[in-house]
């Protein structure tokens, strides 16, 4: 079965991530798999300045992995798509539910929090009915 894929939505401060870590604790007690995208217009990086994996791409690699005994980082060195990235996880793992925080994807299903311009394929504006939201996901947004 293909996986729920929806997107959340909203300025700086407004809950999106307080909502998404509610959804997947609310979805990992019933055993799903979620996988998580962050995605967002600032230019910066998770890989730190003069650290080896910061070396290594100043060098010119340009995908690096570090691993380590609690986990391993793919550091891809280019900015990629939504449907690029979905590809990925798919080839990473087998996910029930795919929450991509950020997303403009027009073929993206996406939650709206706050006040902000709406974007093309948004299906609920969240209001703090969280058990209307869980809902929504658990009918298949996407399905």
Known sequence: MEPIIFGIYGN??????TLIVDIIK??????????TIKITDK????????????KYNNAGSNLVVFSSPIETDFLHFKSLRTDEILKHINKIGKYDIIIIEGAHDKNIPKIKIGNIK???NTILTYNGNFNELIKIIKNGINR
């Not at 700086?12 to 991530?17: A, C, L």
């Open 43 to 54: 230019k910066i990086s998770i890989d730190k300045e003069q650290k080896d994996t910061w």
């Open 26 to 35: 609310h979805f990992m007690q019933e055993g799903l798999n979620i996988a």
């Open 12 to 17: 700086s401060n407004t809950g999106k991530t």
């Open 118 to 120: 709406e974007r093309e």
